[in-house]
């Protein structure tokens, strides 16, 4: 079983950067699948990003391709998401989610943890 807490999510002016972190519990971190889903008011959770449990392999959603960047360190058990060229259409709230044997790394069904997420805000 695994823990995830999301930190770094501020209010940011359009065009600015941040960095997501996914911090986890347990000592098989480095088995897990991770991804990066956000929720804006009134729309359904959406995939941003997910990198695999060797960190080989990264995908992500077509409104953040070219923007952001997944990346783990395992030694520290963190997961990061690096955001560049922020718009204010990303504003939402960034969750994490975890789980070994993750088939569709976009569907978050195959998630079983999730963090209590972060809000991110970025305006125009």
């Known amino acids: 079983q695994v823990q995830l807490v999301e930190s770094g999510g501020r209010l940011v002016q359009a065009g600015g950067s941040l960095r997501l972190s996914c911090a986890a519990s347990?000592?098989?971190?480095?088995?897990?699948?991770i991804g990066w889903f956000r929720q804006a008011p009134g729309k359904e959770r959406e995939f941003v990003a997910a990198?695999?449990?060797?960190?080989?392999?990264?995908y992500y959603g077509d409104s953040v391709k070219g923007r952001f960047s997944i990346s783990r360190d395992n030694a520290k058990n963190t997961v990061y998401l690096q955001m560049n060229s922020l718009k204010p259409e990303d504003t939402a709230v960034y969750y994490c989610?975890?789980?070994?044997?993750?088939?569709?790394?976009?569907?978050?069904?195959?998630?079983?943890?999730w963090g209590q997420g972060t809000q991110v805000t970025v305006s125009s």
């Open positions: 990198i695999t449990w060797g960190g080989g392999r990264t």
């Open positions: 989610a975890a789980d070994t044997n993750v088939l569709v790394v976009t569907t978050e069904n195959e998630y079983n943890y």
């Open positions: 347990g000592r098989t971190f480095s088995r897990y699948t």
